[in-house]
């Protein structure tokens, strides 16, 4: 298996423009996380899916951030407008389940830089 | 809320010498404890796990104890070397088999081995 592939893997934009980050999780997995990981706040849980369904979305910062999952193997974090405060690492991880039964496999992140 | 303390790096250490990472955490019941491990330019990696008091988690070379009678779950390395050097989270979960609990990260503490 690939393991959890997210795209693209840098991204540097100017404040105000909209932002889609990608990712495609390990087939046969049902649940799929957003994370975000900054050196103020460390590592934070931002939305989680169960089957495509958006379950906790306690952790996403304000309006501007939505995350969608059409499918069962493509999920999107798209911030509009940007601003340089959301500069930060963006994770991507897959489980077969949720609880600590079942390990998250996480991408290798997409950096972003708004400037 | 439940939440994860440890120690700030970065740490620098000679290669062949002992390693500890303290590691507390503040929880409600019977959490499960976690080490994760993040390789430069790749996304976290679970290391290992223990998920009731007492338990040894183990991988690797690398050893944590699950103390509940201190709330601790300190990782430990008898010999690091340089491929060693990564960013190391602990992290905890609900019980084992609940599955509604998400995972709680610490800030993460850097380590770095000098040959």
């Known amino acids: 298996d690939a393991g959890v592939i997210q795209s693209p893997r840098h991204e540097v934009t100017e404040m105000g423009q909209e932002v889609t980050l990608r990712c495609k999780p390990i087939?046969?997995?049902?649940?799929l996380f957003w994370y975000r990981q900054t050196m103020m706040r460390g590592l934070e849980l931002l939305i989680y899916?169960?089957?495509?369904?958006?379950?906790?979305d306690s952790g996403m910062p304000e309006d501007r951030f939505s995350a969608k999952m059409p499918n069962a193997s493509f999920s999107t974090l798209k911030i509009q407008p940007s601003e340089p405060r959301d500069s930060a690492v963006y994770f991507c991880?897959?489980?077969?389940?949720?609880?600590?039964?079942?390990?998250?496999?996480f991408g290798p992140g997409t950096r972003l830089t708004v400037t | 809320g439940d939440s994860v303390t440890q120690m700030e790096g970065p740490v620098t250490l000679s290669e062949e010498a002992f390693l500890t990472i303290n590691c507390t955490y503040t929880a409600t019941g019977y959490p499960s404890l976690f080490w994760y491990v993040q390789y430069p330019g790749e996304g976290l990696q679970l290391l290992l796990k223990a998920t009731k008091a007492d338990d040894k988690g183990s991988n690797k070379g690398f050893e944590a104890t699950y103390r509940k009678e201190t709330t601790s779950f300190h990782l430990e390395k008898g010999s690091v070397q340089v491929s060693d050097s990564a960013v190391y989270f602990c992290a905890l979960s609900g019980p084992l088999m609940n599955r509604d609990d998400k995972i709680i990260f610490g800030k993460g503490t850097r380590l770095h081995i000098l040959p």
């Open positions: 899916f169960n089957n495509n369904v958006p379950i906790d």
């Open positions: 991880a897959s489980s077969r389940g949720q609880g600590s039964s079942y390990e998250q496999y």
């Open positions: 087939s046969g997995h049902d649940y």
